[in-house]
Structures are given as structure tokens and as C-alpha cells.
């Protein structure tokens, strides 16, 4: 099986690159971990930028592609070395019981593994321009038109609320801003 085979959402991805592009070298940008579901959020840079780039990245400058992969029913997680900046191999492989599959991090700074669902969901595609070091705080420019309207900026890792018309009173697990900066 491939990556791809457990995308639920690969549209995005195909439609940028005509496939989903191999995880292989990959930066890790953040590693979120949440109790509903319960979820683990990867944002990570693509390994490439796309030949067929929007027009509209290509005239902004843009040269790295990042998404959001979202794994759910997530149990037996190890966590055992989180040294970012970190570039990594992610590996999806099935485990032959109940569409569950053993995901890995493995690369210089990070080692990451648990078990999921089979079923997979990206996000956020976004491109931005590498700045400095590295960093990825600059403006970004969205592939999906809601993303697009929504966030000019990271959004939050793992945060999928749809803003609230009034203010809440933020909680532990609440999420009150749509486009919070990551780092």
C-alpha cells in the first residue's frame, strides 16, 4: 500500500502534484497530540515544490508546500526524541487488523509511533516562502478557497473549530483563535 491509499482527502494533493508526494525528508513542524479522537496532527513540509504550482504562488515567490496530516483512533503513541528543527521519513504501514496501520517518525531530531485508523485526513495545504534558518512565519497563501478566506497565516495545529459569531470564554480545549502562528 501507499501513502496515498490512506488519504481520505487526496484531491488537494493530486491536484498540485499529480500524486501524493513521498514522505520521505520531510521537515517536521509540529507534532500535536489531542484527546479527542484521540488525534495526532503532523504539520510538515513537502518534500518538493510542485513543477505546476498556482500561478499565484509562483508569482508571490512561494517555494515549499506544508500540510496537515490528521490521524485518528490513535492509541500506543512513543514519543522517545522531539529535537526540532527535525527532518524525517514518515511511514505508513497497515498491521493486518481492523484498518489500523502503525505510523513512524523517524530522522535526525525526532522518533514518533503509534497505531491508527487507517483513514487519514490532510489539511491546510498551504505554500509560503523559506525564510531565515528555516523558519516558516511569513505569509502563506492557501490551496482550499475556505482556508484561503479564512487564514493568511498558520493556523493553529489541530484546531478544525469553525469560528464562533460571539466570544467564548477560552477553556483548555477550546479553540478561540483561527490564525494563530505556530512555530
Not at 521537515?27 to 495526532?40: A, C, D, H, Q
Not at 500540510?67 to 514519543?79: R, W
Request: proline share 7%; net charge neutral; charged share 20%.
Amino acid at each position: 500500500m501507499t501513502d496515498d491509499d490512506f488519504l481520505v482527502n487526496p484531491e488537494m494533493l493530486h491536484s498540485l502534484y499529480g500524486h501524493v508526494p513521498n514522505l520521505n525528508e520531510v521537515r517536521i513542524r509540529s507534532v500535536n497530540l489531542n484527546w479527542r479522537g484521540p488525534t495526532v496532527t503532523l504539520r510538515i513540509d513537502l518534500p518538493s515544490f510542485p513543477g505546476s504550482a498556482p500561478q499565484k504562488w509562483v508569482d508571490a515567490g512561494m517555494d515549499t508546500v506544508q500540510c496537515q496530516f490528521q490521524f485518528l483512533a490513535v492509541e500506543n503513541i512513543s514519543l522517545t526524541a522531539w529535537d526540532p528543527p527535525t527532518v524525517a521519513d514518515v511511514e505508513m504501514a497497515p498491521t493486518g487488523s481492523e484498518r489500523r496501520m502503525r505510523v513512524t517518525v523517524v530522522g535526525h531530531g525526532v522518533e514518533l509511533r503509534f497505531d491508527c485508523s487507517e483513514s487519514v485526513r490532510v489539511s491546510h495545504v498551504s505554500a509560503f516562502k523559506t525564510e531565515a534558518e528555516g523558519a516558516d512565519n511569513g505569509p502563506h497563501i492557501f490551496a482550499s478557497k475556505l482556508d484561503a478566506r479564512r487564514y493568511t497565516s498558520l493556523p493553529a495545529t489541530g484546531c478544525t473549530a469553525i469560528p464562533r459569531l460571539r466570544p467564548v470564554r477560552a477553556t483548555s480545549s477550546t479553540c478561540t483563535s483561527t490564525s494563530a502562528k505556530t512555530r
